[in-house]
């Protein structure tokens, strides 16, 4: 018991990788689905961006660990949440931009014509409800799951971005690839200090997130690529 709330406490808090869903690679026989229109498109909704001193994760993880029975306030004292840099510095919905490079991209690949963009919550849609609503068609669905600064010392932070995509069949209501993406790029003593992030309206802040959402449809893109255009 003590050891599955500790493993929910440590999930929560977004500290092991094993508790991510698995990868799905498109097979050869559903290679052809990627060319079957019309073409959707969606992300989900604005995730909260968190910051935390080197301090608050330590202290936050060793509280956790002595009192995993009280989980989910100690998840939440793990990250503390300002949404204010968002709002103060107009930061982008990294999946959004995400969702229309891949767009752009997958696109252009595949030479297609009937493009329909839509918005979705936070959670992924279900298969059977696209379905229901589209018909047919490739539906491409892009969330970002966690973003914020990390602590790179006591005072000194850099971009975290943890992204995923999916490409559902709508008329099979079956996901035929699923992906994700993680950008960390970690300078150590050339990391910036929150007041660095913070001046000229926050222009270091937006450069660093929008390198980081780069990054991520990169890493997406090449995975898609790799089982989706046999060489």
């Known amino acids: 018991m003590w050891a599955r709330m500790l493993l929910v406490l440590i999930c929560v808090s977004g500290g092991l990788v094993g508790c991510a869903k698995d990868p799905i690679l498109i097979t050869a026989e559903n290679r052809s689905l990627l060319k079957s229109p ?3 498109s969606a992300h989900g909704s604005i995730p909260k961006f968190y910051y935390a001193s080197r301090g608050e ?9 002595l009192f995993s029975v009280l989980f989910l306030p100690v998840a939440m004292a793990m990250e503390n949440s300002h949404d204010d ?8 919905n990294p999946g959004l931009t995400i969702e229309q490079d891949l767009t752009r991209r997958i696109v252009k690949e595949y030479d297609l014509k009937d493009i329909r963009p839509n918005e979705v919550g936070g959670s992924w849609s279900d298969p059977e409800d696209l379905r229901r609503r589209f018909l047919q068609g490739l539906f491409l ?5 966690q973003w914020g600064l990390q602590p790179s010392s006591w005072s000194q932070f850099h971009v975290l971005l943890k992204s995923s995509a999916r490409l559902v069949s709508v008329q099979d209501a079956k996901e035929i690839w699923y992906d994700t993406c993680t950008s960390e790029k970690i300078d150590g003593e050339r990391d910036p200090k929150l007041e660095d992030l913070k001046a000229k309206d926050g222009e270091l802040l937006k450069t660093m997130v929008k390198e980081a959402t780069e990054i991520c449809t990169a890493e997406l893109w090449e995975k898609l690529q790799i089982v989706a255009i046999p060489k």
């Not at 840099?85 to 982008?92: I, K, Q, T, W």
């Not at 669905?141 to 799951?145: G, K, T």
């Open 38 to 40: 019309p073409f959707y």
């Open 57 to 65: 994760k330590t202290t936050a993880f060793l509280g956790g660990l």
């Open 85 to 92: 840099l968002v709002g103060l510095y107009h930061l982008e």
């Open 141 to 145: 669905e892009v969330r970002s799951d």
